[in-house]
């Protein structure tokens, strides 16, 4: 489930250990950007989230319990703070309560409804609690507010397990390691009434591929593949995946391949349609262009011919001359 490291035990080695160990118990992985004084490892000034956001392209859908995976992945980002899948994924409901007004929240809950089992619990780098519980079987929103200072991550979402470190400083820490309970029924109540609809779903055009060079063909092809993925990203990731998809495309027009109000005005329309705000998708689309302008990307060369074509008519020569 999980151990309480003292942070002057943590470093590489151990990270990836207790990846593999999140696994092995069926959790869902994933590798998780880290704060440095402060900042992200993402390098972006304005991260909303550091330490707290994917290091993958695809975010959330490439949380895993493949071991070799996971090994690469400390592999290359040795401290990588740790996701874990919430959710169907990993059979996990999680009670979020922060500060400040979280606690006394759920001490008002539990005084109207009853306590809360005894369950797998952890601390947050930021002092809060997260209660981890079975996941009851049936859909659950991720990020759903039930009260002041208390949400719910499930299905679609993932948290930040230990011994990640906070943007604070603080760690993450396991405070009670037992089996997670099933949920009180008073919880899944409320989240039968605050059942909302899911994010309006987008749809990416089919984008006519022009008759000009090879880098044009590529360059329209690129959009429309970051498109796609902004289009279908779960709740939790979505403005990691805009961050990412407008540096992949700065990189573009730092090559003069895109022009870069297309892109603004393409990933406007999706990263809206899927229930981001329109300020912090402007932000976030401006940061990750500047970005990927340091950084000019053109497309790849095409690849040799195949030699085994090349060397085809030859052995057919030499067979007609036997």
């Not at 497309?299 to 008519?313: C, G, H, Q, V, Y």
Request: charged letters at 20%.
């Amino acid at each position: 489930m999980g151990t309480v490291t003292r942070p002057d035990q943590v470093g590489p080695r151990h990270l990836v250990e207790v990846a593999l160990r999140y696994a092995a118990h069926g959790w869902p992985v994933l590798p998780l950007h880290t704060p440095h004084g402060g900042r992200c490892s993402c390098t972006a000034a304005d991260c909303g989230s550091p330490g707290k956001h994917p290091r993958t392209a695809r975010g959330l859908h490439d949380a895993s319990t493949d071991l070799d995976r996971i090994r690469a992945w400390w592999g290359r980002w040795p401290d990588a703070n740790l996701g874990v899948a919430t959710g169907a994924a990993s059979g996990l409901l999680v009670l979020d309560v922060d500060l400040p007004d979280g606690p006394a929240t759920l001490a008002r809950l539990e005084t109207e409804h009853g306590r809360v089992p005894a369950t797998c619990e952890q601390r947050t780098g930021s002092g809060g609690r997260q209660l981890l519980f079975a996941h009851p079987g049936q859909a659950v929103g991720n990020r759903t507010r039930l009260q002041p200072g208390i949400d719910v991550r499930g299905d679609g979402g993932y948290i930040v397990v230990p011994p990640s470190i906070h943007a604070k400083g603080g760690r993450y820490r396991w405070t009670g390691r037992i089996a997670p309970a099933p949920p009180p029924s008073w919880l899944l109540h409320m989240l039968d009434r605050t059942r909302t609809p899911d994010a309006p779903s987008v749809e990416v055009p089919v984008m006519s591929v022009p008759a000009g060079s090879r880098e044009q063909r590529y360059a329209a092809s690129a959009l429309h593949d970051e498109l796609t993925r902004l289009a279908s990203a779960v709740e939790g990731a979505r403005n990691d995946m805009l961050n990412r998809a407008a540096f992949n495309l700065g990189q573009l027009t730092a090559a003069g391949m895109l022009d870069p109000d297309q892109i603004t005005t393409e990933l406007e329309r999706v990263a809206t349609g899927i229930g981001l705000g329109p300020a912090e998708t402007r932000r976030t689309i401006a940061s990750g262009l500047a970005a990927g302008r340091q950084h000019p990307r053109t497309a790849p060369a095409p690849p040799p011919p195949d030699s085994r074509f090349l060397a085809a008519p030859v052995r057919r020569i030499a067979a007609r001359r036997r």
